[in-house]
């Protein structure tokens, strides 16, 4: 970071030094194009050397102001990027947690779905209308793959914008707006820098985090009953074991309690989409918009900016 600013002051040094001659050099040739030309950048001049003095107030006041975001809310000691990366590491692993009883129970439900009790004058599937069940349990676990990739992306970007933002972004978008040619550009990384800081964190947090514990508690009380537990292999020729099985299942309502559960993960999927996936998006829009705006304060052109990168 030091080496960083002081790059940049010395960027900064050298265009003023530059503009001072192109005001002279018009004036000697008698150019006022050349002249008002050297003026206007040694106005900018002035404002880079401004922002390069002010940097280290700039950073002192968007980390209490990132912290402050985070105030109530708190996952980790630190800002709000450093709590929103945290505050998704345990989404992550909560619903990885979740995904594995998921599977669990559709292990379950696809081994009794499957099984055929063979009598001497007819055959019967007790738990074949189970097969619906098991459908909607193994979309679930698709969807529940899915989101645990968006969360776990959710980190690594975290990780890696973090640490840069304040310490590389924002230096070398100072760096970049001391020249003419690449000014827009500079201002663009100087309000992304910001912005992503600052305002992506802060309209994700606002969103309730994914409360996953009692659905998890729930899925793992069921796999772990001991009605509900698979038969022993010795005792899959025994039809008259596994019906009795069956009917010990009945009694504990195996049916009404799969009912539950894929109510109970819905309703977690649906509290995980909207944290994952409608949260970071409605942040990135507003983002964005702030991006865009800060931009032009700063000389940039966000869309020229892009179009660049």
Not at 29 to 54: C, D, P, T, W, Y
């Amino acid at each position: 970071m030091a080496a960083d600013l002081t790059l940049a002051g010395i960027v900064v040094s050298l265009s003023i030094i530059i503009s001072g001659l192109m005001i002279g050099f018009g004036k000697t040739i008698g150019s006022k194009r050349l002249e008002h030309f050297g003026e206007e950048e040694l106005v900018q001049s002035a404002i880079n050397a401004a922002l390069v003095g002010a940097y280290a107030a700039i950073i002192s006041i968007a980390s209490e102001v990132s912290k402050g975001i985070a105030e109530g809310q708190t996952c980790v000691a630190g800002d709000a990027i450093e709590n929103l990366r945290c505050v998704f590491s345990t989404t992550s692993a909560d619903t990885f947690t979740l995904l594995t009883q998921a599977i669990n129970l559709h292990q379950v439900v696809s081994y009794y779905q499957s099984i055929t009790l063979e009598f001497a004058t007819f055959t019967i599937q007790p738990m074949s209308h189970l097969s619906s069940i098991q459908s909607i349990l193994g979309g679930q676990i698709l969807t529940l793959q899915a989101l645990l990739t968006l969360s776990q992306l959710q980190v690594q970007l975290l990780a890696f914008f973090a640490p840069q933002l304040l310490t590389f972004f924002l230096p070398v978008g100072l760096i970049f707006r001391a020249f003419f040619s690449t000014r827009k550009l500079g201002g663009f990384l100087i309000a992304l820098s910001i912005g992503i800081y600052l305002f992506y964190p802060a309209f994700i947090l606002i969103f309730p985090a994914p409360q996953l514990n009692a659905t998890i508690a729930n899925l793992t009380n069921m796999t772990n009953n001991s009605l509900y537990t698979t038969v022993p292999i010795l005792d899959l020729n025994d039809n008259y074991a596994i019906a009795g099985r069956f009917d010990n299942m009945t009694t504990g309502d195996f049916t009404g309690d799969l009912t539950l559960a894929t109510q109970q993960i819905s309703a977690s999927i649906a509290s995980l989409s909207m944290f994952v996936m409608l949260a970071p998006l409605f942040s990135i829009l507003v983002t964005v918009i702030f991006i865009k705006e800060v931009t032009d304060i700063f000389g940039g052109e966000f869309f020229f900016a892009v179009s660049s990168i």
